[in-house]
Every structure is written in C-alpha cells, then in structure tokens.
C-alpha cells in the first residue's frame, strides 16, 4: 500500500465484512485441523492440511476482484508439548508423529485484501470427558485459556498494554506456570502482520524499559496471542529448520545468485509482506537453497522453531479482536470445552476473578445474563464462554 492512499479501518463496513471473512475461514481451518489431529497422525500431514483449506476458501471470496490478494496470512503451525511455535516442516525435514497425551498448539493466519484474522488454540490428544485431563497439562491450558478470556474483557479503547501484561502475570502464577518471556500480540492493519502497538508477556526488567506504552483505541484491530509454560517460560531457538519467513519491506539488497533472486521474487509476487512456508514452493530444494542470503542480508524475517525445556509444556490460544465503536468484537476463536481440564488451582486475585465472570459480549447481554452467571457457577474462575456468533 503507498504511503498516499488512505489507511483503511474497520471504520468502513466493508473492511469489517472482509476481516469477518478472513475469521471464519481461520475458525474452520482450524477445526479441520483439530478434528484431523489423531494419535499416529503426522505433524506434516496436518499443516498441509490448515494450508489446503485456507487456499481453497479463500479463493471463493471476491472472485471477480482478479487484483485482490488473499490467501494465507501465517503458515499452519503444530507444536507439540515443550515446542513453543512455528514448527511447520517442510516433506524433506524429520516429521514428527502426534500420539496420546501430547499437548498440541495450531496456529494459523487467513487474510482476505490484507486484512488478518489469526487464530491458535491447544488441546491434549486423546483427552475425552470419560478421560479429562488433570495436572500440570490441565493447569497449563487452564491458564492460558483464562489469560486470553482476560484479554478479550481488558483490551478495548481506553486500556493499557500494561494492563494486560499484569493480568496475564497474575493468571499464570496462580496455575503455578509462567507466560513465555518477551513473546509480543501486535496490533494487526492491512497487509501487516506486525503493527507497532504490542502487548509483551511477562518482560525481563529491561524490556519492560524499552517496551512502548500503549493505550487501546476504537477501530484499531489485534491479535491477541497467550503463551504459557509449565516452566520458566524461556523459549529458546531449538536448531531446527526455520520454516516460515516473511519479507522485511522496509530492508533491499542486491542478491548475487541467480536462485536467490528467483526464489525472492516469487516470494514477492505471492505473498508480499505475509508470513509464508517454504513448504508453499514447488522445489522444496530450491527454497531451501534461496532462502539463505535472502535472510542474511535480512530481506527476509525468519520465524524460528523455539523450544522449552524438555519435560515441560506449553499452551497457546490466540485470538484476533475488532475494537468497534459498540465494543470489542472476536472474530476467531477456537473449539474449547471447559469440562476436558482439571485443575487444582484457580484464579485467586478477586479483581481478576470478578473480570472473568463480567460477560464479554456487546449488545445481547440481557439474554445470555443467567447463561452467564450459570457458566460461572459451574466452575468457578472459569469465565462465560460467550462471545457473540459472528453476524
């Protein structure tokens, strides 16, 4: 987009129809990936999977608008139990084989003329109400899916980022876990994956220094992302094949082989400033190959496979938020059933208690008063899962 053109928000209602678009398909891929996601089902086979459906779906909508992009806006990632994200391998890398008990994280982006909807969500395989899930993976999921229940109640205009960042401090240790360290949820415009309003998780001393404040404003959109650990929330870069990339707009350089160049420009023709798999590329050999200076010189931002420690888990929900002058308005989110989690602990500070339970809906609160107060009767600092169908 030039620098000329007016910025487009969800001020405008067409906008709105097309991130809402861009929801719904990120909402049912990532059903047809947690549905797939059997024990002796394969890592690989699953983000083919997400990725398959989203191209196909997105090329339904605005058919006739030929010079419209849209398409994948984050590569279908699994990361199984201490693998923290962006695990996507491509068919020549070692894959790995879900199985019984492991926590398992998805986490993919759908965008409709640039406009983001991304969507993550965890569960444990195999986990069933005859069989629910208890300690520490249940006081992971808990905990994760509770931070983001908060942050869909605290960010709306007129809050902070900080307020956020404490909130998800306080959740987590009361489930005896810990957000993954300096992991950052940004404000989301059209045809960028990263706008410069963030909320960080669980900074060190000095990224809470430099970290910019920030104050939530109506039209303004974001993806919200949770990361909890079981652990001490370091993520580390595990050495393991970095998949997933997309190209730093603001960096140029003079590529010198002739398959970096290929390999770049086709990068820039299909998928501009979108995070992309090199899985996407006919030759996966080629990729693998061009991809190298493209990053070096830093043409390209590498999305790194990270890792806590083995032994601990770590469980993710995102979501991504319209903040409408009625409201915030979540356009995606997944299939979470409260009842498959056991924990021992709860949320204990009585503000955020009373957050969790305040309903999070705009404009149908009367109807859902007493389905809320009965959700939040049956389990306690479990809040009302009821935000508003899409219309």
């Not at 900080?162 to 949820?185: D, H, R, Y």
């Not at 420009?265 to 990729?287: G, I, N, Q, W």
């Amino acid at each position: 987009m030039s620098d000329d053109e007016q910025e487009q928000t969800i001020a405008e209602d067409l906008v709105v129809t097309k991130y809402k678009m861009g929801g719904d398909i990120a909402n049912q891929a990532l059903r047809k990936v947690v549905e797939a996601a059997k024990a002796g089902v394969s890592v690989l086979s699953l983000c083919e999977v997400g990725d398959a459906y989203i191209m196909a779906e997105t090329g339904k909508v605005f058919k006739k608008e030929k010079d419209m992009k849209k398409g994948i806006a984050f590569p279908t990632s699994v990361s199984v139990n201490n693998c923290v994200c962006h695990f996507s391998p491509l068919k020549s890398d070692p894959d790995y084989t879900l199985k019984d008990g492991d926590l398992v994280k998805i986490d993919l982006g759908v965008h409709v003329d640039g406009f983001i909807a991304n969507i993550a969500h965890s569960f444990i395989v195999g986990a069933s109400k005859e069989n629910p899930i208890t300690g520490r993976k249940a006081d992971v999921i808990k905990a994760a899916h509770l931070c983001a229940e908060a942050a869909l109640r605290l960010v709306k205009p007129g809050n902070q980022n900080t307020q956020v960042t404490e909130a998800w401090n306080k959740i987590a240790q009361s489930f005896k876990c810990s957000p993954i360290e300096g992991m950052l949820s940004h404000q989301l415009k059209q045809h960028v994956i990263d706008g410069e309003k963030t909320i960080i998780q669980n900074p060190t001393d000095q990224q809470r220094k430099d970290h910019e404040k920030a104050e939530f404003e109506v039209h303004e959109v974001y993806a919200v992302d949770v990361l909890i650990s079981t652990g001490e929330g370091k993520a580390r870069d595990s050495g393991l094949r970095t998949t997933i990339y997309k190209r730093d707009p603001s960096k140029q350089y003079g590529l010198k082989m002739k398959t970096s160049r290929t390999f770049f420009s086709e990068v820039e023709r299909r998928f501009d400033a979108m995070p992309f798999t090199l899985r996407a590329f006919e030759d996966e050999a080629k990729a693998r190959l061009g991809v190298v200076e493209c990053a070096k010189h830093e043409l390209l931002q590498p999305f790194s496979v990270l890792h806590e420690k083995e032994g601990e888990c770590v469980a993710q929900f995102k979501f991504t938020v319209l903040l409408m002058a009625n409201g915030p308005h979540r356009i995606t989110n997944g299939p979470f059933d409260p009842e498959l989690y056991k924990s021992e602990h709860e949320v204990q500070d009585p503000e955020l208690k009373a957050l969790l339970q305040s309903s999070a809906s705009r404009k149908t609160q009367k109807k859902k008063k007493k389905k809320a107060s009965k959700t939040a009767e049956n389990a306690t600092g479990q809040p009302a899962e009821e935000t508003e169908a899409p219309e």
